[in-house]
C-alpha cells in the first residue's frame, strides 16, 4: 500500500511541476521539533525528535502548494521485559495559506502523505526479537506562525497533526526556519 500511495504522491508531484510558471515564489523551509504518537485511548509517554525539508511554491494571494519528507522520529515503549521502538517517516504532498500580518505571517497547512512505519521489539538483553512494519496513506494539518528575520528568511513556529489509520495520529511542534527565493 505504502507504494501505491507513494506513487500517488510522485503523480501529483509531477502535476504539480507545471505551477511553478505562474508561482510569485519558492520556498524552501527545514523543521525541527518534537513529535508524540497518539490514539483515542491516549498514546505513548516517549517523545520523538522530528525532523523535516520542504519545498513551497507561493502565489501573490498567499496561497501555495507543497511537497516535502518528513521523519517523524522513533519512540520507545517498555513493557517491563520487551522494549518497542517504533519509527514513522511521511512524503507529503498539500496546500498552503499565508496570511501576512506586517513582519508576521500566520499559516495553515493541509494535505496528504503516503506514511511508513518500522520498529523492532528488543529483549532485555538488546537482542532483536521482531521486526515490524505498516504504511498508509492519510491526511495532515499545520497551523502557525512566522517573523520575517529579513526579506527572505523567516523563523516560525507550527502545530501538527498527522493522522495514521484507527485514530492514530502524531501530534508535534516545529520550529521552521525558511527561505524565499
Known amino acids: 500500500m505504502f507504494r501505491h ?7 501529483a508531484a509531477v502535476t504539480v511541476t507545471t505551477l511553478p510558471v505562474a508561482a510569485q515564489s519558492f520556498t524552501l523551509e527545514a523543521a525541527v521539533g518534537s513529535s508524540k504518537f497518539t490514539d483515542d485511548t491516549g498514546g505513548l509517554d516517549d517523545t520523538a525528535t522530528a525532523v523535516g525539508v520542504l519545498g513551497r511554491y ?21 513493557d517491563g521485559v520487551n522494549t518497542l521502538r517504533p519509527a514513522v517517516t511521511s512524503a507529503m504532498l498539500g496546500l498552503s495559506y499565508d496570511l501576512p500580518v506586517g513582519h508576521w505571517s500566520l499559516g495553515a ?6 506514511w511508513r512505519l518500522r520498529g523492532n521489539v528488543i529483549s532485555s538483553n538488546s537482542q532483536v526479537l521482531a521486526i515490524f512494519e505498516d504504511s498508509g496513506a492519510s491526511t495532515y494539518y499545520s497551523l502557525g506562525a512566522s517573523y520575517a528575520v529579513t526579506e ?29 527565493f
Open 152 to 180: 527572505r528568511l523567516s523563523l516560525g513556529s507550527y502545530y501538527n497533526v498527522f493522522n495514521l489509520e484507527d485514530g492514530m495520529k502524531i501530534k508535534g511542534l516545529d520550529v521552521r526556519l525558511s527561505y524565499r
Open 109 to 114: 497547512r493541509v494535505g496528504v502523505h503516503a
Open 58 to 78: 507561493t502565489w501573490a494571494n498567499g496561497l501555495g502548494v507543497e511537497g516535502g519528507l518528513r521523519g517523524h522520529g522513533e519512540w520507545a515503549v517498555s
Open 5 to 11: 500511495a507513494l506513487m500517488g504522491v510522485a503523480v
